[in-house]
């Protein structure tokens, strides 16, 4: 399963753990007790995923989680210095780290920081014969990505900053994913029966669940009595409201989710790791 696999399963069940602390009281200062374990969760299963190609140049533990102390660092100054010179500090920030990491992914690991970073990635982008012309299309198109919610939230100020930090982990994660199944299919690599399975679970479990979790039952940025006026008759049994039923369903997604990652592969079983493709 590898390190991160197992990870990732002690991040789920704190995740459960630190929900549960949060939705006693919800709000705007404890409402990062909900998200902290949720960024863990995103950031360990784009590690799973790369490990999975680059065994060798995977992040040790102890750095992986530095940065993720790091990482939750920034969302509690952003929960609590929510203004235009917190904003353009973490723009600027946020576009470095952007570059720095698409570069890391492009070269995996094999170039330094003697050159400018701007110049490297510049080589990287307009070289005409690029030694990874389909790592240089995911490298454009996660970029872009990047920088386009980089300049929404300085231009919007966003308010809740802790679910845009989650936001753009979970952005970079489906675009991963995504780069990596494209990447399985040009390389001729079939998914696994159960891997398929999986992904049509993970489809039916999170498209309601995005559902219920728009319905807007509750918010805690308001004080208990005001959230409260947003509540609706209970869906299910007379008990469980809209809210309830997302959290049912983005459990089973999530865990469906990880299991996807770890069977992803399950066709390579028996192969020859050196003749395995890296992308």
């Given at each position: 399963?590898?390190?991160?696999?197992?990870?990732?399963?002690?991040?789920?069940?704190?995740e459960?753990?630190?929900?549960?602390?949060?939705?006693?009281?919800?709000?705007g200062?404890?409402?990062?007790?909900?998200?902290?374990?949720m960024?863990?969760?995103?950031?360990?299963?784009?590690?799973?995923?790369?490990q999975?190609?680059?065994?060798?140049?995977?992040?040790?533990?102890?750095?992986?989680?530095?940065?993720?102390?790091?990482?939750?660092?920034?969302?509690?100054?952003?929960?609590?210095?929510?203004?235009?010179?917190?904003?353009?500090?973490?723009?600027?920030?946020?576009?470095?780290?952007i570059?720095?990491?698409?570069?890391?992914?492009?070269?995996?690991?094999?170039w330094?920081?003697?050159?400018?970073?701007?110049?490297?990635?510049?080589?990287?982008?307009?070289?005409?014969?690029?030694?990874?012309?389909?790592?240089?299309?995911?490298?454009?198109?996660?970029?872009?990505?990047?920088?386009a919610?980089?300049?929404?939230?300085?231009?919007?100020?966003?308010?809740?900053?802790?679910?845009?930090?989650?936001?753009?982990?979970?952005?970079?994660?489906?675009?991963?994913?995504?780069?990596?199944?494209?990447?399985?299919?040009?390389?001729?690599?079939?998914?696994?029966k159960?891997?398929?399975?999986?992904?049509?679970?993970?489809?039916?479990?999170?498209?309601?669940?995005?559902?219920?979790?728009?319905?807007?039952?509750?918010?805690?940025q308001?004080?208990?009595?005001e959230?409260r006026?947003n509540?609706?008759?209970c869906?299910?049994?007379?008990?469980?409201?809209?809210?309830?039923?997302?959290?049912?369903?983005?459990?089973?997604?999530?865990?469906?989710?990880?299991l996807?990652?770890?069977?992803?592969?399950?066709?390579?079983?028996?192969?020859?790791?050196?003749?395995?493709?890296?992308?």
């Amino acid at each position: 399963m590898g390190k991160w696999g197992l990870l990732s399963a002690v991040a789920l069940v704190a995740e459960g753990i630190m929900s549960g602390t949060y939705h006693i009281c919800p709000s705007g200062s404890n409402f990062q007790f909900d998200t902290a374990f949720m960024y863990l969760i995103a950031v360990l299963s784009i590690l799973k995923l790369y490990q999975s190609r680059h065994a060798e140049v995977s992040a040790y533990a102890y750095k992986a989680y530095a940065a993720m102390a790091f990482l939750i660092l920034i969302a509690v100054f952003g929960v609590l210095y929510n203004n235009l010179a917190f904003w353009l500090v973490f723009f600027f920030f946020y576009v470095v780290v952007i570059l720095y990491m698409n570069l890391e992914i492009y070269y995996i690991g094999a170039w330094s920081l003697g050159k400018s970073l701007f110049l490297q990635w510049k080589k990287a982008l307009l070289c005409e014969e690029p030694f990874y012309p389909n790592r240089r299309c995911f490298l454009i198109v996660s970029t872009i990505a990047n920088i386009a919610i980089a300049i929404f939230g300085a231009a919007s100020q966003y308010s809740d900053f802790a679910s845009y930090l989650l936001a753009i982990l979970i952005v970079n994660l489906v675009l991963y994913l995504f780069y990596y199944a494209v990447m399985k299919h040009i390389k001729k690599e079939r998914l696994s029966k159960s891997a398929f399975v999986l992904a049509i679970l993970i489809i039916l479990l999170w498209a309601p669940a995005f559902y219920f979790f728009t319905r807007g039952l509750t918010n805690w940025q308001k004080s208990a009595a005001e959230s409260r006026n947003n509540n609706t008759e209970c869906d299910v049994a007379s008990f469980y409201d809209a809210h309830d039923i997302w959290h049912f369903l983005s459990a089973f997604g999530v865990f469906f989710g990880f299991l996807s990652f770890l069977t992803i592969d399950d066709d390579l079983e028996g192969v020859d790791r050196s003749t395995i493709a890296v992308f």
